[in-house]
């Protein structure tokens, strides 16, 4: 079990530009999550995949971000024309297939730091 | 979306000294999770709690969930500088949306 593993760790980027992040879950977990986190405040819950279904999109979620995870191991959250407002570090979590509900043991993953200049 | 608030928002103790987190909500939650975040680091999972008027331990923590399951507390006893980081507690609503509290940052002084 190597843990959840997130790519790149830091990303910085102009203002107007696309930027694409990566997460590995734990290998047998079926749920991946994304959120994103700003200093001194809790995690914001994005999205939601159970295997490679996307079952929950928060409002945060808005028309310039996407999320996928084709063959529900991987996933990949892609910003389109970045603003200053999308600063933030944007956190991965997996967690495993047999309890029903969402709210339980999640694993996260260290994180990729963006920053919009 | 469910909203829940958590309370102090930072706490200074002197290391030996207990420390308590309240999560609060308006209304009933199905489930609560607690999590822990180190400084420079990711939240860390601690605990789950399903039933009414639940407690659990682990060694000096101990997680309370509500008799009307609308609250929720942590409570450190004798802290050490380990403990320190903040503590988010977590949950869904029915639409499996999850959120955290806006945490509870703990500092022990030694």
């Known amino acids: 079990d190597t843990g959840v593993s997130q790519d790149p760790r830091h990303k910085i980027t102009k203002r107007g530009q696309n930027v694409t992040f990566r997460c590995d879950p734990i290998?047998?977990?079926?749920?991946l999550y994304w959120y994103r986190q700003t200093l001194g405040q809790g995690p914001e819950f994005l999205t939601y995949?159970?295997?490679?279904?996307?079952?929950?999109k928060s409002r945060l979620l808005s028309d310039r971000f996407s999320a996928e995870r084709p063959k529900g191991s991987f996933s990949t959250l892609e910003i389109q024309r970045t603003e200053q407002g999308d600063s933030a570090m944007y956190l991965c979590a997996s967690s495993s297939v047999e309890r029903t509900q969402p709210g339980h043991e999640q694993y996260f993953g260290p994180g990729t730091r963006l920053t919009v200049t | 979306g469910q909203q829940v608030m958590q309370i102090p928002q930072y706490q200074h103790v002197q290391e030996g000294e207990d420390f308590t987190t309240y999560c609060n909500s308006s209304?009933?939650?199905?489930?609560i999770q607690w999590y822990k975040q180190r400084p420079g680091g990711h939240p860390v999972f601690l605990i789950q709690l399903v039933k009414s008027g639940e407690v659990k331990k682990q060694k000096r923590l101990t997680f309370q969930f509500g008799e009307a399951k609308k609250n929720s507390s942590l409570h450190i006893t004798a802290t050490q500088t380990t403990d320190v980081g903040t503590y988010f507690c977590?949950?869904?609503?029915?639409?499996?949306?999850?959120?955290f509290g806006g945490g509870t940052r703990l500092m022990v002084k030694p």
């Open positions: 209304t009933t939650l199905s489930n």
């Open positions: 995949f159970q295997n490679e279904a996307q079952l929950e």
């Open positions: 290998s047998e977990h079926n749920r």
């Open positions: 977590q949950t869904n609503n029915a639409g499996n949306m999850l959120t």
